[in-house]
């Protein structure tokens, strides 16, 4: 029963820390982790009190982390959109060729 808490903690933690510093790739992987960890649990003794609480503390952290990567995609969507808008001007603007002045040497 221990180990299974302390699993679930350490899963949450790394969770919020990696959601906190913007890991998304972290968030991935600590993601997949939880996935194994709850599918382990399916096949052992049920879940106790404790455990049913630390599993509910982890789904709060895990929803927090879903909405954190919804907001960042959102803002690469707006990026993106924007990027596309502006594209001719940045395009005209990289391609236009000026008369510069020739660096002394």
Do not use: N
Not at 36 to 64: I, N
Request: contains cysteine.
């Amino acid at each position: 029963m221990a180990k299974r808490l302390d699993a679930l903690a350490s899963a949450a933690t790394r969770l919020r820390a990696a959601t906190a510093a913007r890991q998304w790739a972290a968030v991935g992987r600590v993601d997949g982790e939880i996935a194994a960890l709850l599918a382990s649990f399916r096949s052992g003794c049920p879940l106790s009190s404790a455990e049913r609480q630390a599993v509910e503390a982890l789904a709060a952290v895990h929803g927090l982390a879903r909405e954190a990567c919804a907001d960042e995609a959102a803002r690469i969507g707006r990026r993106l959109a924007e990027m596309c808008t502006h594209r001719d001007g940045w395009m005209a603007y990289a391609l236009t060729d000026y008369d510069l002045p020739e660096p002394r040497t």
